[in-house]
């Protein structure tokens, strides 16, 4: 349980909101940090990047992440029940370093409908000061619901600054980058990422002021009726149907869904979605428009809609199109548990569409719908045999999103534990932790054992 000193207010959760990023300084002594900064630099310079092993290489970073500012946070924008994820990262920016480009971080080799919602998060831990001329990262807050880099980015760029401990946690799809490295020592950043396990039943935050305000200062108030559909959404509450656009006005936000600016198109879904069943037909027709960012555009405004959409969405599961099967698939998962009579029709899709791309969503889905566990459950046990890597690691994800109601996936979650792809097994070693019945246990224990990292053990000290 955090301790509500720690929640974010409501100033902080409208930040982060419209931002996409927060930075915390932790009350830790300055050698905590240092000693990290060693010890990891140590590591590197003998060994290479440990890569997804930094956390049992330099376990001292267990002590970040369970500080309870930073579990308030993370509590604050995932809900109580998240949890980190199997992938983390070293990322060292040694002398010399020209620095990055600007980019949004993929999901190791494959690809997805990015979210809105905040459903998965970052964080970014600097052992050391971190400044412009030892290369920190840099951000473009607000820009984690653009797809395409806005051109304005050097007005947009933030540096993220600060003493060494500083922590940033981002919005998985904010636009970041590390900058040029011009001093004379190496400069880590550790990376973390964590998910929502639970969508929201309420705020996890401070509430003084339920209502939406948009901040004084903001990138682009254009997005405003997104924003504001973030903010009901993790409140708890219900975000279709509002009747902010009224029947006159849809014809001319569903043509503004061809806009060629994405702002304009995203401010447009969001009031369409806001509108409600009025607004559903124009929506799915979008939806199987051959123009990506339309179809894209689309597809957050069906989610938006929720329930009264689905009809059209599982209409669009058996599209032609394997897009717009796809984002269908998405959609439907985005209404998350009121989308609880379309569970058959994702699970069909799980196991017998050919495509990959509507796979990986289909298990998604399932995941953040969590409803129905007899139907999800036992297609998602058989995808964790799917010959697609992202299929069956979100297959094994989503049974993590399931808790005790994913037992009867127990036997399959132990045989991916033997896959050959890491983010199987990481999230079948999380979904078993989360099931928590003996057996689980069990097979946790057993994998656990085999596997053990040993911190102290170096080829200069094997024994």
Known sequence: MVDPQYLFDDDQMRAFIVNGFVTIKLDLPAGFHEAIYRKTDEVYAKEGNPGNNILPRVP??????????????????????????????CHVNPPGSKGQGWHKDTYWGYKKVRYHRPRWAMAFYYPQ??????????????THYHLIKPLNDAERAMPVCGEAGTLAIIHFDLWHRGGANRSERNRFMMKFQFTRMEEPQGPAWNVRDA??????????????????????????????GSGEASRDGIPALASALRDEEESVRLSAAYALGAAGEPAISPLAEALRSNDEPTRLSATYGLGIVGETALPPLSDALKHEDEQVRACAAYAVGDIGPDAAEAVSALAEALLKDPSPWVRHHAAEALGTIALNPGVSVPALGRALRDPDGQVRFNAAYALAHFGPAAEPAI?????ALTDDNRYAVGHAVSALRRIGTPEAEEALLDFLTATRWCPITTKESMY
């Open 129 to 142: 000061d971190v400044t412009i001329e030892n290369g920190t990262s840099e951000v473009m807050p607000g």
């Open 60 to 89: 001292e970073l267990k002590q970040i992440f369970d500080h309870p500012r930073v579990r308030g946070a993370f509590t604050s924008i995932l809900g109580p029940d998240h949890i980190m994820h199997a992938h983390r990262h």
């Open 211 to 240: 209502a939406w305000r948009s901040p004084a200062s903001v990138p682009d108030d254009r997005l405003d009726p997104l924003w504001s559909r973030v903010w009901d959404w993790c409140s708890g509450k219900k975000t279709n």
């Open 411 to 415: 036997p399959a979650l132990r045989e």
